[in-house]
């Protein structure tokens, strides 16, 4: 039988197959999965230990967990005492709910800290073939490395360090087929795909999928590329995406920390590459196809990632994004008043106030190497304050090896510590009401980046180029 | 959890399409370590304003909607985070049933985890719904064993899977049932060798 790359992963998991299943009562009902890997965190984590303290459990296996603290933790200086009580008190908590069922943490004192989404991968944690979850919808970042990877509530989160284990529905498969050429190749960037993609489908485009990207274009980006992608799957509606493993792959692995050594690693990869990609005739649920030939940078416009246009584009007006919907002209009107946005205005005359670069999506060290082409010996606009917040502790180190960190300083912007910081401002990185900020985050819900907050999502070099000039620009003049 | 009861109470309208949990719960209120306590914060954003005044136009701020278990939406309800706070929050302020045209995947599968029934209707049915509670008000008798909601003289059904009604209705420990099946879970790691992280080796 023919099976796609999810269909292989899948099936290798199975605890119960519920089709297979002498127990089952209900035929069409969830199989239970074997999750390898195990990522928590701060926010998500409290309430899941608490109820296995209250009940008794233990921790199943406390070596396929690794935690660390990034939603909340302060991007200033790690030597400033942590002024909020309540943020102080949930850290604590995880460090004491680590120590007690013996799961590795990765805190705030730690050069290995930053977003469990940049962690994973640098560790070497995220392997091939591999399920892994996390109490957070981003974790589709994983499904880079041809990992089946998904965010789960709190009480899965129990679950799974109860269990090792969850029952799931299986879902549906959605190919994504990407043919073309990056005409500019600094200038349009991977995040500059994916939002054209949400664009194209919608928010709940991929609800019940998975998704697999493929293409010639998929294989010639670099890991990082790759984690843009599939990390903003979830905001296509998918729980995962999935990129089949390659050269780069394998080649990003060797010598991570928690990657197999040399010898061990050959013989999986031998097994990867045979076993970890879809068949060549396999069906799949629903299939599109995304041609990035004559691609431009885009840009979020409302206050979800499929409002987006071509940066060359004007605001639209909610009849020319609704399209006969309704209910979608309603949103965009909405939107469109949240955002104090007129339609017709060109997108290069929209000023902002922030620029925030950072998050599980272009926070590594290649969106900072790509921002900083961009701003090189240029200083960011005196009504501007941007910022930068590297994904983690070792990002941060190596940016600073390469000098990132001076230029970045030099340009006006300020060069923080890790963590998710004013993605999602559960720390005192937001916006004021009424702000405007030029974001290389994810969500551009309302309220997401500071109640009141305008966020524009773009990719790494555009929100370079908007600290810049103060206003949208189209970065590929710059290049 | 609770096993899920009947309901019995009329709608509250939240006309509105891609209603995300960052709406649902902000991300302020989600640095409690406790499950209770978030009904107060449900919507915070859109039911109070800068000075944590009640916003008049917001639905759930609107008196004759008071105590009302079930709220009524459109498409994509509960898309973004993961926050199973959501749900919490959700419960917290007394819905019991969220019925909306299509619900995001996280959030849905949160709602079994507490008791809150998430009903998927079509949008021919979400629309005469919510006309009827502009034009009559009218209760709604909600039962899951039937999957039915009655409501003004009509009878509609609503789909379920099999393995989350009888999760709700007996309030199943789905921990508890997982570790049943112990020797599965045996058996797998057994077979597979799923290595600890630091000491990865080959699945055989």
């Known amino acids: 039988m023919q099976k796609t790359l ?14 297979h299943n002498e127990y089952a009562f209900d035929p069409s009902g969830p199989s239970l999965i074997y999750i390898d890997r195990h990522l928590i965190h701060e ?28 939603h909340n933790v302060s991007t200033e200086s790690r030597s400033l005492p942590i002024v909020d009580e309540v943020s102080k008190t949930q850290l604590e908590t995880l460090s004491r709910n680590c120590k007690e069922f013996g799961i590795t943490i990765y805190d705030m004192t730690s050069p290995d800290q930053g977003i469990v989404h940049v962690i994973g991968p640098e560790l070497g944690f995220t392997l091939p073939g591999t399920t892994i979850v996390c109490g957070d919808s981003h974790t589709s970042t994983h499904g880079a490395f041809g990992a089946l990877a998904f965010g789960i509530g709190t009480s899965e989160v129990e679950h799974v360090l109860a269990t090792q284990c969850l029952w799931m529905y299986k879902p549906k498969s959605f190919l994504i087929n990407i043919e073309g050429n990056l005409t500019k190749k600094h200038a349009i960037t991977s ?9 194209k489908i919608g928010t709940d485009g991929g609800t019940g999928m998975i998704m697999e990207y493929r293409g010639d274009m998929i294989s010639e980006l670099s890991m990082e590329q790759r984690m843009t992608i599939c990390n903003m799957s979830i905001e296509g509606g998918a729980r995962a995406g999935l990129i089949a493993p390659d050269e780069t792959t394998f080649d990003y692995l060797r010598g991570r920390r928690y990657a197999p050594n040399e010898s061990e690693l050959d013989r999986l990869i031998e097994y990867w590459k045979s076993n970890l990609k879809s068949d060549e005739n396999v069906k799949f649920d629903r299939v599109e196809t995304i041609n990035v030939d004559k691609l431009a940078p885009q840009i979020s416009w409302g206050t979800n990632p499929s409002m987006v246009v071509d940066i060359t584009d004007s605001v639209p007006s909610p009849e020319q994004f609704a399209k006969n919907d309704e209910n979608k002209r309603k ?18 005359h929209v000023h902002v106030d922030r620029v925030f670069i950072g998050s599980c999506t272009n926070s590594r060290l290649e969106d900072l190497t790509e921002a900083s082409l961009v701003i090189r010996g240029k200083k960011v606009s005196p009504k501007v304050r941007a910022m930068v917040v590297p994904g983690s502790q070792k990002v941060k180190l190596q940016a600073e090896e390469i000098g990132l960190d001076k230029i970045f300083k030099d340009a006006g912007f300020e060069w923080r510590e890790s963590g998710c910081s004013m993605c999602l401002g559960m720390n005192p990185d937001i916006l004021l009401p009424g702000e405007r900020c030029a974001s290389t985050s994810n969500r551009n819900f309302e309220g997401r980046q500071g109640s009141g907050g305008r966020t524009h999502l773009v990719s790494p070099v555009m929100a370079a180029a908007c600290a810049i000039e103060g206003h949208f620009v189209d970065v590929r003049d710059w290049f | 959890m609770e096993p899920f009861l009947d309901i019995e109470s009329r709608l509250i309208p939240l006309d509105m399409t891609n209603v995300d949990t960052d709406q649902i719960i902000p991300k302020q209120f989600l640095k409690l370590i406790q499950k209770t306590g978030y009904g107060g914060f449900l919507f915070y954003d859109w039911r109070f304003d800068n000075s944590g005044n009640p916003k008049k136009e917001f639905v759930l701020n609107e008196p004759k909607y008071n105590e009302r278990q079930i709220l009524l939406t459109r498409d994509n309800f ?23 045209s299509s619900f995001a995947d996280i959030f849905y599968n949160n709602c079994f985890k507490k008791g809150l029934l998430p009903i998927c209707l079509s949008r021919d049915e979400i629309e005469y719904l919510f006309d009827l509670v502009k034009n009559d008000d009218a209760v709604a008798d909600i039962s899951l064993a039937k999957q039915t909601i009655s409501i003004s003289e009509k009878i509609i059904h609503f789909d379920i899977d099999l393995t989350r009604k009888k999760m709700l209705l007996e309030g199943i420990d789905e921990i508890g049932y997982t570790l049943s099946f112990d020797d ?17 080796s080959v699945k055989n």
Not at chain 1, 44 to 66: D, W
Not at chain 2, 85 to 90: D, I, P, T, Y
């Open chain 1, 331 to 348: 949103l965009a009107i909405r939107a469109l008043q949240y955002m104090d946005l007129k339609p017709g205005t060109p997108m290069t």
């Open chain 2, 184 to 200: 599965k879970i045996l058996n797998y790691e057994k077979a597979s060798k799923i290595a600890d992280y630091d000491k990865f």
């Open chain 1, 191 to 199: 995040k500059d795909i994916i939002l054209n993609i949400i664009r």
């Open chain 1, 43 to 70: 926010v998500t984590s409290p309430q899941a230990f608490a109820s296995l303290k209250q009940v008794g459990r233990k921790v199943r296996r406390p070596n396929l967990t690794i935690a660390t603290t990034d």
């Open chain 1, 6 to 19: 999810f269909d292989k992963i899948w099936d290798s998991h199975l605890v119960i197959d519920n089709n």
């Open chain 2, 78 to 100: 509960g898309c973004g985070s993961s926050r199973e706070h959501a749900v919490w929050a959700l419960y917290d302020y007394g819905i019991r049933v969220v019925i909306a």
